[in-house]
């Protein structure tokens, strides 16, 4: 049932001794790189005053913005040479920032995933097929060799080129894929096209999801097209990557890997804790890193801590899925809404289809919200009645959902242009 069951299993505050240890040993490796030295001294921090986790609060955060100003070196805290590996963000809110790792961080690395992967019940036995794009963003790499290493027979099929990953997928008894969620739903399309029943001609048994926010809605969906069990994976490139949190058999919130990171949950306005349960910003520490361990990274996204222990009998604690990044959320008419609400609300339709996009608009009569929705094949029939009452649905269950009432236009199958990275929901014109 455990990968590394001493570790998982760990009674807290055996792990917060570990993390305590491993903390003082991360902070006097980070003083040896630029960026801190120089932000020590002006937090008139002292690396050897760290006497308790709470102590960490004395340390500032460390943003996005910081990695780009530190770009390429002044994070790293050993030599070139010690180096084997770079990644990068995906870039996805703007310039790119890079992380270098040792082989001692690709190891660890390595063994979170397989960690995290075997917590949800794959085995040696498991054909893992990879669609993920491979090179600087993490999701690649990083699930690649977590699989090798639990001893799975890796498919390297990387993001794209959908008939070839259904060909193998049918060809060599896949059983394990790791795809982002959106992909997940315009690949059922291809399916479709080429007449393969993703329930029946294929053997999959697991998937896992990441690198997007997702609803439930849309595991159910995903969970239901292919008939297997979805599990939610979570990571950032500035921490490694996948393998900060990940969702066990229960299913029921993502264990953060606390040995290796340590979690803040924050108020994105003030930088104040909040408490368990509550939503805020996800800020970590890395507690294993050699190459360029970051401190109090604030990740933007957003999340809430689950207390209770989990039922399986792993003491790190659970976060809830990712609502989005701070910066995803858009003002319509003065009500805050994030992508995700649109989606929830979405898939828990059955006739809408795998693909949507929210355009913004603005005309004399103010800001405007339409959703663009394709309908599901099986509902896209002639009958004008029958789509005018979904609209008028999609619509009411929108309005509910995010406050306001947007536009809705269904669309047919497959008309808007699929995505095989992260997806982008919303089309901001209001600036234009
Ligand atoms: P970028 O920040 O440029 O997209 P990354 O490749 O590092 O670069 O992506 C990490 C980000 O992807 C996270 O900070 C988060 O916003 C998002 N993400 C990753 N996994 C999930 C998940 N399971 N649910 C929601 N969002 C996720
Ligand atoms: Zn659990």
């Known amino acids: 049932?455990?990968?590394?069951?001493?570790?998982?299993?760990?009674?807290?505050?055996?792990?917060?001794?570990?993390?305590?240890?491993?903390?003082?040993?991360?902070?006097?490796?980070?003083?040896?790189?630029?960026?801190?030295?120089?932000?020590?001294?002006?937090?008139?921090?002292?690396?050897?005053?760290?006497?308790?986790?709470?102590?960490?609060r004395r340390i500032p955060f460390t943003t996005k913005e910081d990695l780009r100003s530190g770009f390429p070196y002044r994070f790293l805290c050993v030599g070139l040479e010690q180096c084997v590996r770079l990644h990068s963000s995906s870039g996805t809110t703007g310039r790119i920032t890079v992380i270098f790792h040792t082989q001692g961080d690709i190891d660890n690395w390595t063994e979170l995933l397989s960690r995290s992967m075997y917590a949800t019940g794959m085995r040696t036995s498991d054909v893992f097929q990879n669609m993920m794009s491979y090179?600087?963003?993490?999701?690649?790499?990083?699930?690649?060799?977590?699989?090798?290493?639990?001893?799975?027979?890796?498919?390297?099929?990387?993001?794209?080129?959908?008939?070839?990953?259904?060909?193998?997928m049918k060809n060599l008894g896949t059983t394990v894929i790791h795809i982002i969620p959106s992909y997940a739903l315009s690949l059922l399309n291809t399916f479709a096209g080429e007449g393969v029943d993703p329930k029946?001609?294929?053997?999959?048994?697991?998937?896992?999801?990441?690198?997007?926010?997702?609803?439930?809605?849309?595991?159910?969906?995903?969970?239901?097209?292919?008939?297997?069990?979805?599990?939610?994976?979570?990571?950032l490139s500035e921490m490694n990557g996948p393998g900060v949190a990940f969702e066990c058999a229960r299913k029921a919130g993502m264990h953060v890997w606390e040995d290796a990171y340590i979690l803040e949950v924050i108020d994105p306005a003030t930088g104040e804790p909040v408490p368990d349960g509550e939503e805020?910003?996800?800020?970590?520490?890395?507690?294993?890193?050699?190459?360029?361990?970051?401190?109090?990274?604030?990740?933007?996204?957003?999340?809430?801590?689950?207390?209770?222990?989990?039922?399986?009998g792993r003491t790190h604690r659970r976060i809830s899925r990712i609502k989005g990044r701070v910066d995803d959320m858009f003002i319509i008419k003065g009500v805050n809404v994030f992508p995700m609400q649109v989606e929830k609300a979405l898939m828990e339709i059955p006739e809408v289809g795998n693909n949507f996009v929210i355009v913004l608009e603005r005309n004399d009569r103010g800001d405007q919200i339409t959703v663009k929705v394709e309908v599901n094949p099986a509902s896209f029939t002639g009958?004008?009645?029958?789509?005018?009452?979904?609209?008028?649905?999609?619509?009411?269950?929108?309005?509910?959902?995010?406050?306001?009432?947007?536009?809705?236009?269904?669309?047919e199958p497959q008309s808007l242009p699929a995505t095989e990275g992260k997806a982008v929901r919303v089309r901001d014109n209001r600036e234009l």
């Open 1 to 56: 049932m455990y990968w590394q069951k001493d570790i998982e299993t760990a009674p807290r505050e055996d792990l917060e001794r570990l993390q305590l240890e491993r903390l003082w040993h991360t902070v006097a490796m980070a003083s040896g790189a630029d960026f801190y030295r120089q932000r020590f001294s002006e937090a008139g921090f002292q690396p050897q005053s760290l006497r308790s986790l709470d102590d960490l």
């Open 135 to 168: 090179g600087l963003f993490t999701g690649g790499l990083g699930f690649h060799y977590g699989a090798e290493r639990l001893g799975a027979l890796v498919l390297p099929t990387a993001a794209g080129n959908s008939k070839r990953q259904i060909f193998f």
């Open 200 to 235: 029946e001609d294929v053997a999959l048994r697991i998937a896992f999801l990441g690198a997007e926010p997702h609803s439930e809605a849309t595991r159910r969906k995903v969970e239901e097209a292919y008939g297997l069990e979805a599990f939610n994976s979570y990571g």
């Open 280 to 312: 805020g910003e996800l800020v970590f520490t890395n507690l294993t890193r050699e190459g360029m361990p970051l401190l109090r990274y604030r990740s933007r996204d957003l999340a809430s801590v689950y207390p209770e222990p989990c039922p399986c």
């Open 383 to 411: 009958d004008v009645r029958a789509l005018t009452h979904l609209q008028e649905r999609i619509r009411s269950r929108l309005r509910s959902e995010i406050l306001v009432t947007p536009k809705v236009e269904l669309l």
